[in-house]
């Protein structure tokens, strides 16, 4: 089951995807309201779903294309307030992510801190069930002002020195009355950093996670995480010049998702009742590896099987210059 968020001006809904329209659902003008709705009365979220669901439709083609008075917002939010929603991911994950950073960090062909961090997950993060595995690389990414939809385009500010997709899957989380996290579901997502910034010194790492990001169209509320398949592509003036298959889900992963899940929310922290939280679970490949530069303008595309059509943003780059922040005391 997948479901999808709108806006039109002030106006927003959600829609149960059913190709190729979109059945609005009644009650519930957010994701985050029917998840709260679902965990207080004890309800199945995909019974609350087809309950909710009516025979109103809309065209999916003019939407998601962009022709219609409707577009597309982030898979989930928090409708309210969006400085509660938290943005963060785990890293090193995948072999291809550790040796892309080993690549990019290694003076030479001793192992760095990046792929020592990997194999510590293949050891230890895939721990029995009711035990507790090795905490894999956490990092923070931003709040939900800085999370984008399906079309909107990913910034790269004046102070950056690049930007970047990371192709990857996302989980949507929000924590009940009771300070429980409940996953919603899973998302395709694009993580977008500035790897030109993390490659000076693996120390900056944090810094260049600080960006926009995107996920959607669709949030799938009842996907299996276990061997995921898609593509992630670069399109310049319309064509591809860049394109390659990812792999990702526990199959592909050092870390179980029940693992990744204990490290995120152990924090207390994390667990405060109403908070929305989207956690990326690493990529397996991206085209700075490759030696590509995006482009003002560029088309990022991430599609992943079973989780419905594909993931795009164009790159926006602001070629201003960097501007000092005048900080003045009270």
């Known amino acids: ?3 999808i968020q709108l806006a039109r001006g002030t106006e927003r809904c959600v829609c149960l995807v059913d190709e190729p329209t979109l059945r609005i659902i009644r009650e519930h003008t957010s994701i985050y309201s029917m998840a709260l709705d679902a965990a207080e009365t004890q309800t199945p979220l995909r019974d609350l779903v087809e309950h909710a669901a009516t025979d109103e439709r809309l065209d999916y083609d ?3 294309d962009g022709r219609s008075d409707w577009r597309v917002l982030p898979a989930i ?3 309210a307030d969006p400085a509660r929603l938290l943005v963060t991911g785990t890293g090193l994950t995948h072999r291809r992510s550790a040796e892309q950073r080993q690549a990019m960090h290694a003076a030479d062909t001793k192992p760095t801190d990046s792929l020592r961090m990997y194999e510590w997950g293949v050891e230890g993060g895939r721990p029995a069930a009711g035990a507790i595995g090795t905490a894999p690389e956490w990092f923070y990414k931003g709040n939900g002002t800085l999370l984008r939809g399906h079309g909107d385009p990913l910034n790269v500010p004046g102070y950056a020195d690049d930007g970047g997709e990371e192709p990857e899957i996302a989980g949507a989380y929000v924590v009940d009355g009771n300070g429980k996290p409940r996953r919603i579901g899973m ?3 694009n993580e977008f950093s500035d790897h030109v910034l993390e490659r000076r010194n693996y120390l900056y790492l944090a810094a260049s996670k600080l960006r926009t990001s995107a996920i959607g169209p669709e ?3 009842d996907s299996m995480f276990d061997d995921v398949r898609g593509e992630v592509s670069v399109e310049r ?3 591809a010049i860049w394109s390659r298959d990812v792999h990702t889900g526990e199959a592909a992963m050092s870390h179980s998702l029940a693992n990744l899940e204990h490290h995120h929310f152990k ?4 667990r405060r009742p109403g908070d929305v939280h989207v956690h990326y679970f690493g990529a397996d490949a991206f085209s700075f590896g490759a030696g590509i530069a995006l482009h003002d303008g560029d088309v990022m595309q991430v599609q992943f099987d079973g989780f419905g059509r594909a993931l795009r943003n164009p790159v926006s780059i602001d070629r201003s210059p960097a ?3 005048d900080v003045r005391a009270l």
Do not use: Q
């Open 1 to 3: 089951m997948r479901l």
């Open 267 to 270: 924090f207390e922290g994390h």
């Open 237 to 239: 003036d319309g064509k």
């Open 187 to 189: 998302a395709i997502g």
């Open 323 to 325: 501007r000092l922040i």
């Open 219 to 221: 949030l799938v509320i």
């Open 62 to 64: 003019a939407i998601y």
């Open 77 to 79: 939010d928090h409708p």
